[in-house]
């Protein structure tokens, strides 16, 4: 479990699971460093600027949709009860979702804890009669629901295809694990992004603006200040790559020289051209995203598109302890 605080300064603790994942990461044969790591304060900063970029399509496109089928999400799930959010950022969709549901008790969790507690104080003051309770927690483990919802009706979000990051082994044991949080009965609102032309894809993740070059970055200047590190920033260059066979796209910090730096006080050499790969982003077919739900324990009632098949959104409704087939 991380600390009860995600530091941005060096007198903070540190998560000794950022320790661990940065030093295992950088050890491996394929250097790579999971992508919850890009969510420091600045971090999260930076990822709502990349939403409110013109070549970013995914957040336009999935709040386009849920928009348009609010109401008709709502007639689904019904109103009332808690909704629990993974990974809720900065909250944008959320109030969209939160005039449909109308839910009694709202519980935002993100592993980015200093941003979500402001995005909920926002939150709080737009829905003056709304109980909000953040969590702080990294998702894909153990997380404490607060007592106040116990008895109520659940309903999951999880937008932003956020379940991208996840190669598709773990995506399945995380909807799972979220059945597990959130009980026999619930229901999950999940946002997934569809494959589309590559040069869409790429530039999506490559701006021109450099904000996701910046965003990728900061995971550097993050593991420097947080584990003493030295790493050259400015030698490391991002790159967005399409994985044809994996059906994903990679984000990756590229060494543009042979370079030498140390962590903690241990040594790491670079060749000109390695990589450090931070973060996945799998797309899905319509198949695909059903049938990674049915995976993990979520059976899909509806699915919700844009005119274009850029993005869907599912409903699922949780399966029965034991599913028969
Ligand atoms: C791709 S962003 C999506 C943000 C927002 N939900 C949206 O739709 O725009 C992923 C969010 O999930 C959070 N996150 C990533 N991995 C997490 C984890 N393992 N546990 C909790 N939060 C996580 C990040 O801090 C970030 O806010």
């Given at each position: 479990?991380?600390?009860?605080?995600?530091?941005?300064?060096?007198?903070?603790?540190?998560?000794?699971?950022?320790?661990?994942?940065?030093?295992?990461?950088?050890?491996?044969?394929?250097?790579?460093?999971?992508?919850?790591?890009?969510?420091?304060?600045?971090?999260?900063?930076?990822?709502?600027?990349?939403?409110?970029?013109?070549?970013?399509?995914?957040?336009?496109?999935?709040?386009?949709?849920m928009t348009r089928h609010a109401a008709a999400i709502a007639e689904k799930t019904g109103t009332g009860?808690?909704?629990?959010?993974?990974?809720?950022?900065?909250?944008?969709?959320?109030?969209?979702?939160?005039?449909?549901?109308?839910?009694?008790?709202?519980?935002?969790?993100?592993?980015?804890?200093?941003?979500?507690?402001?995005?909920?104080?926002?939150?709080?003051?737009?829905?003056?009669?709304?109980?909000?309770?953040?969590?702080?927690?990294?998702?894909?483990?153990?997380?404490?629901?607060?007592?106040?919802?116990?008895?109520?009706?659940r309903t999951g979000f999880f937008p932003g295809s956020t379940i991208g990051n996840f190669v598709p082994?773990?995506?399945?044991?995380?909807?799972?694990?979220?059945?597990?949080?959130?009980?026999?009965?619930?229901?999950?609102?999940?946002?997934?992004?569809?494959?589309?032309?590559?040069?869409?894809?790429?530039?999506?993740?490559?701006?021109?603006?450099?904000?996701?070059?910046?965003?990728?970055?900061?995971?550097?200047?993050?593991?420097?200040?947080?584990?003493?590190?030295?790493?050259?920033?400015?030698?490391?260059?991002?790159e967005a790559r399409w994985n044809e066979m994996l059906g994903r796209i990679e984000m990756h910090l590229?060494?543009?020289?042979?370079?030498?730096?140390?962590?903690?006080?241990?040594?790491?050499?670079?060749?000109?051209?390695?990589?450090?790969?931070?973060?996945?982003?799998?797309?899905?077919?319509?198949?695909?995203?059903?049938?990674?739900?049915?995976?993990?324990?979520?059976?899909?009632?509806?699915?919700?598109?844009?005119?274009?098949?850029?993005?869907?959104?599912?409903?699922?409704?949780?399966?029965?302890?034991?599913?028969?087939?």
């Open positions: 479990m991380p600390d009860a605080t995600t530091p941005d300064s060096p007198t903070d603790a540190v998560d000794p699971a950022f320790r661990r994942d940065v030093l295992d990461g950088l050890k491996a044969r394929h250097r790579a460093i999971p992508a919850r790591w890009l969510y420091d304060r600045r971090g999260s900063e930076l990822f709502d600027e990349i939403t409110r970029l013109d070549s970013y399509y995914p957040t336009r496109t999935e709040t386009g949709i009860g808690a909704l629990i959010e993974f990974g809720a950022g900065s909250v944008t969709k959320t109030p969209l979702m939160i005039r449909a549901l109308k839910p009694d008790h709202y519980v935002p969790i993100d592993i980015s804890g200093d941003y979500l507690r402001d995005s909920a104080e926002k939150l709080k003051g737009d829905f003056p009669g709304l109980a909000v309770d953040p969590v702080e927690a990294d998702f894909t483990g153990h997380v404490e629901l607060p007592a106040e919802i116990e008895g109520l009706k082994r773990s995506a399945t044991d995380l909807l799972r694990h979220f059945r597990d949080i959130l009980g026999d009965h619930a229901k999950l609102i999940i946002g997934l992004d569809r494959i589309k032309p590559i040069d869409r894809l790429r530039r999506a993740y490559d701006d021109a603006e450099g904000v996701t070059a910046a965003f990728n970055r900061n995971l550097l200047t993050r593991i420097n200040r947080e584990l003493e590190g030295n790493i050259p920033v400015e030698l490391f260059r991002h590229v060494a543009t020289r042979a370079l030498d730096f140390t962590v903690e006080g241990e040594a790491f050499h670079f060749d000109e051209g390695d990589t450090i790969h931070t973060e996945n982003s799998h797309k899905y077919g319509p198949r695909g995203g059903r049938t990674l739900l049915l995976a993990g324990g979520w059976t899909p009632i509806a699915e919700w598109t844009d005119e274009d098949e850029d993005f869907a959104l599912i409903l699922a409704e949780a399966q029965p302890p034991r599913h028969a087939p």
